[in-house]
């Protein structure tokens, strides 16, 4: 996987890129809820909290929250954007986390779980922070639990592509377990949709996922031009769903 530098590549379009609709975000906090204990607050982590496209609403449901980033400019963007008083976002990474021991209830690493560069530290460091039966939220894909995105297949070794970036599922869990770890749960959440399908070809214009890092400035180009085309036959076609995985991780 090609490493994304977030203060040059793609901090200015983010937000906008990976925006989700309330519906959708609400989405994601319900599934959130059916894991976490029942009590509140919660103290958390957003753990890779980019823009912070999760981080306010996570306050808003649980507790405090840090989001913890390491890129300045998404952090930027971040504080610009929400202002909520639980919410504060710091310096820092998944192999070095910026808080205390035993200080967090739960941790959520939304999509972030394959840039971590050192996973090992990064299981060792999400066990420290977390306390005894603090549960780690891992919205990440797996290569054999793979979502599949109506638009990649317009791309030149789309689907392929995509899958070489992530991990299967029992080799995440196993970096997990001899540290103490157990699974909690494992399931598929399926995300309302975005709205048209123009309103996704927007979007992705702005190239804001790793995907696209991956494929040749020509594989890029071609799959644009073949999207392009189709949705201008239907543009305000919906935007089709799918299934994510979402798996949970209890400290012991």
């Not at 306010?56 to 930027?76: C, D, H, K, N, Y």
């Not at 939304?110 to 999400?126: M, N």
């Amino acid at each position: 996987m090609r490493r994304i530098d977030y203060d040059t590549e793609q901090h200015q379009h983010y937000a906008r890129g990976r925006a989700l609709t309330e519906q959708q975000r609400q989405t994601w906090i319900s599934a959130f809820e059916a894991v976490l204990p029942e009590r509140r607050p919660l103290a958390g982590l957003d753990v890779g909290s980019g823009t912070g496209r999760f981080t306010p609403a996570l306050a808003q449901a649980f507790g405090p929250v840090t989001g913890v980033e390491p890129s300045i400019r998404m952090r930027e963007v971040a504080q610009a954007q929400s202002r909520h008083p639980g919410v504060r976002y710091l310096a820092g990474s998944a192999e070095n986390l910026p808080v205390p021991s035993g200080s967090a209830d739960y941790a959520l690493m939304f999509l972030s779980w394959h840039h971590v560069q050192d996973k090992p530290q990064a299981v060792r460091e999400l066990a420290r922070v977390l306390r005894p039966g603090g549960r780690l939220l891992l919205r990440a894909n797996f290569n054999d639990h793979h979502p599949r995105p109506w638009w990649q297949e317009y791309f030149p070794r789309g689907f392929e592509a995509d899958a070489a970036l992530f991990q299967p599922l029992h080799e995440v869990i196993a970096m997990f377990t001899p540290d103490g770890w157990r699974v909690a749960g494992f399931g598929m959440v399926t995300e309302p949709s975005s709205g048209t399908r123009a309103d996704m070809l927007e979007r992705l214009h702005l190239r804001t996922l790793s995907f696209f890092a991956q494929l040749s400035p020509d594989e890029v180009e071609t799959g644009f031009r073949r999207m392009d085309a189709a949705v201008a036959a239907d543009p305000g076609e919906p935007a089709p769903v799918f299934a994510e995985p979402l798996l949970t991780l209890e400290r012991s």
